[in-house]
Each structure stands twice: as C-alpha cells, then as structure tokens.
C-alpha cells in the first residue's frame, strides 16, 4: 500500500510540474533557438518545419501565423536599450537603420497582442511610408501626445510591445550580432 501511494504520489507531482513548466515556457515564451540583438528579440525558427516543441505550442496557443523562413523575420520588444518596460505614458524613440529588406513594418501591440486602440487609427509604419534622414536613418516618437515627424500613438497603455518584421531578409538563423543586423534602438527620453 505504501509503495501505491508513493507512485500516485511521483506521478501527481510530475504531472504538476509538466503541465506547470508547459504553461510557463507556452504564456511566456522560451529562448530556444532565439535571436537578441540589442532590446529586438526573434525567433527565426518559428517559420519552419525545426521550430522547438514549446515555441510550437505557443504559436498554437496565440493562434499566431509566424513568418516562413524564405520571407523574413520577426524581432519584438518589450523594453528599452535600458532594459526598462515600453511604457504607453512615456516618449520613447525607435531611431536608426534596418537590416537590409525589401521592406518591414513596425507595429504597436498591446501585451496581450492585439493592436493599441487610438484615436488616429495609426498602429504601425511601413519602410515605404516613413520620413527619412538624408542617410537613410529614421527616427519614430512612440508617445500617448501628438508629436510632429513620424510619430506613433500608444493611447496611453501601461506596457505594450514593437514588432519589427523584416520581409525578404539575409538576416536569420545564422545572424548572430548587431554587426550581422544593424538593428534601430530604442530609448525612452521621458515619462509623463
């Protein structure tokens, strides 16, 4: 009898640990096979048929389509080159050059990852529509007030997330530093 009961009890606690690690690596994400440079973080196996079993079951669990591997890449942000959250009541700056692509967006989504509500209707720019420096470079103010240039709408939410989505990139499993992929920084200059 004790031997039963210590059985049931290994399983039960395996089986706690199993599901609890699961939901920790599927509501959180895991660094399997990621790509950070800077404050941008990316997995570029998502889109192929080698993506890790936890990254598999987060994308099912969000209901997410991630990029194929022959069309680009996506790199996300939750905080700054300080480390410090994406705060919607502060100014921040995403300022710099891409890595090479034929184009990319850059979308403001809030921490559940549904698009920020604002009264512009404004969620994101394209490579195609952003003002530009004389050498390339840009500079987009992510902010809840009006700012002149390319300035990006936050609605006033606590945290939120960027996503940068490069199309028709070289930049990928192989890219390893900032050197590899010049990615933009981002900085809060002031909070409200």
Not at 119 to 147: K, N, P, V
């Amino acid at each position: 009898m004790r031997l039963i009961l210590i059985t049931l009890t290994a399983l039960l606690l395996a089986s706690v640990v199993g599901v609890g690690a699961t939901w920790m690596t599927t509501t959180r994400g895991t660094e399997i096979g990621a790509l950070t440079i800077g404050p941008w973080t990316a997995r570029p196996r998502t889109g192929t048929a080698d993506v890790d079993p936890y990254s598999r079951a987060t994308i099912v669990r969000n209901g997410e389509l991630p990029i194929g591997t022959g069309d680009g890449v996506a790199f996300t942000a939750t905080a700054d080159e300080k480390k410090k959250a994406l705060d919607g009541r502060c100014d921040v700056i995403v300022s710099g050059v891409t890595p090479p692509a034929r184009f990319w967006t850059l979308t403001l989504y809030d921490r559940k990852g549904h698009l920020v509500a604002n009264s512009l209707q404004r969620y994101g720019f394209t490579s195609q529509e952003i003002l530009r420096g004389s050498d390339g470079s840009f500079e987009i103010r992510i902010a809840s007030r009006s700012r002149a240039g390319n300035w990006l709408p936050t609605g006033g939410i606590e945290r939120y997330a960027l996503m940068l989505r490069l199309y028709d990139t070289p930049v990928g499993v192989a890219t390893r530093t900032q050197r590899d992929a010049p990615m933009p920084t981002i900085k809060t200059v002031g909070c409200s």
